[in-house]
């Protein structure tokens, strides 16, 4: 049974092994192994990083996915969030062709994202983005966008798509007959996605995320 430890109780190695774990999902794409933990804690042996890992996942600020056991990050303590008041928005990473976008096994993270960001009643998503096709968006191989939740999106916008079940992010630009989805870049290799109906949007991009490692 999964505990929920108050942050209190978390001692100073487990905080940074936390930050730690954060910090790789968010800007490395992946969670760390035991013997890279072990060894930005200092420790000689990975065992005693495993045990750390164990306690985290039995106070329930860490949990390993059923499919590759690569570990998930349910929640920070509360005092290493911002000052502002935050919510806790999914981080999901590169989407397998066919799996629903925000499937538990997509999940890498939960990060808090300022309430500036994200309006009440609206659901979110974390999306890393990968290429370079949107850069002249702001979006950068691996920025990490917030994406507002929604199946519909305008003329304009930056959306998320699937297409033949794979996530893509581009400008999205639609009429009676056709969608195209223009990429924004400097790089003519990218070409717009020109579409009948044959895709769906997940959601618009509303920011992208600072570099961040606090």
């Known amino acids: ?39 930005e804690l200092g420790f000689s042996s990975p065992r005693s990083a495993a045990l750390i890992i164990d ?22 303590p509360a005092e290493a969030r911002d ?9 999901v990473g590169c989407v397998p062709c066919g799996a629903p ?10 990060i808090p994202v300022s309430t500036t960001l994200v309006r009440s009643g ?15 968006a702001g979006i950068e191989d691996g920025s990490l966008v917030l994406v ?12 998320v798509a699937l ?3 794979e996530a893509t992010i581009k400008e999205l630009r639609q009429s ?7 990429p924004r870049s400097e790089n003519s290799t990218h070409k717009p996605i020109v579409l009948q109906r044959d895709f769906q949007v997940q959601g618009v991009v509303v920011a992208t995320l600072p570099d961040w490692e606090g």
């Open 176 to 182: 009676d007959d056709a969608v195209v989805l223009v």
């Open 55 to 76: 306690r985290l996942i039995e106070l329930g600020f860490l949990r390993r996915r059923v499919d590759d056991r690569a570990l998930q990050l349910l929640r920070m």
């Open 148 to 159: 507002r939740q929604q199946s519909s999106a305008n003329n304009g916008d930056v959306v």
């Open 122 to 136: 609206r659901r979110y998503f974390l999306l890393r983005a990968r290429g370079d096709s949107m850069t002249e």
């Open 101 to 110: 976008l925000l499937a538990q096994e997509n999940l890498e993270a939960m």
């Open 163 to 165: 297409v033949d079940d």
């Open 1 to 39: 049974m999964i505990k929920r430890a108050p942050d209190a109780d978390l001692k100073p190695v487990e905080r940074k092994a936390l930050t730690f774990v954060r910090n790789r999902i968010m800007h490395g794409g992946a969670a760390p192994s035991v013997r890279e933990l072990a060894s």
């Open 83 to 91: 000052r502002a008041s935050t919510v806790e928005v999914p981080l």
